[in-house]
């Protein structure tokens, strides 16, 4: 496995996880990325840098971060991002690995990038429910605002710095298990 075949894992992997924060702004980088040449995609996933595609990914990613604001319509959005994650994250990490038998790459896929995007996006709705149901709906902006700004980071550095980018899903995944420990019912 060559360095590049590695850094593509790590920049699908982190992109992953931002689509468990939102589904669209890792697809709108990523499709700003390929235009401007920062990364390549794979054959069959060129199509992403493309002007369509990125007017299309730009303008549900402003809809999306917009929508997310509204409480209510928050909660309604996440009951169809949980399964959008999961098929986003898998195309992200299809799209970015490089250098991998087919088999091993939609394995990859299904499993580090949906299975990513699909547990932090759980999180998120579970979270956000919570925040509904503690608050009503008051704190969901709030909630709403670590969300993006998550998002952001984890995708820049994941385009950026794919290193970094992996370090930081680990920690976030740490933290989210580690959350889910603390809640969770205890056993009598």
């Known amino acids: 496995m060559t360095s590049e075949t590695i850094i593509s894992i790590f920049l699908g992997i982190g992109l992953a996880a931002s689509v468990g924060f939102r589904i669209f702004l890792p697809l709108f980088a990523l499709s700003l990325a390929s235009y401007f040449n920062v990364w390549e995609l794979n054959e069959s996933w060129q199509w992403i840098g493309s002007m369509a595609a990125l007017i ?44 991998l038998d087919p088999l091993v790459t939609w394995s990859l896929a299904i499993i580090a990038g949906g299975g990513t995007a699909t547990a932090i996006k759980g999180a998120g709705a579970t979270g956000r429910l919570a925040s509904t149901v503690s608050t009503g709906g008051v704190g969901n902006p709030v909630v709403s605002t670590v969300e993006t700004g998550t998002a952001i980071v984890v995708t820049t550095a994941s385009i950026f710095f794919p290193i970094l980018a992996a370090v930081l899903v680990i920690i976030i995944l740490f933290i989210i298990f580690r959350v889910y420990y603390m809640l969770r019912p205890r056993k009598k």
């Open 56 to 99: 299309t990914f730009g303008v549900a990613t402003l809809f999306e971060l917009f929508a997310y604001f509204i409480p209510f319509v928050d909660n309604l959005l996440d009951s169809f991002a949980v399964p959008l994650a999961a098929i986003a994250g898998t195309a992200v990490m299809v799209s970015t690995v490089a250098d």
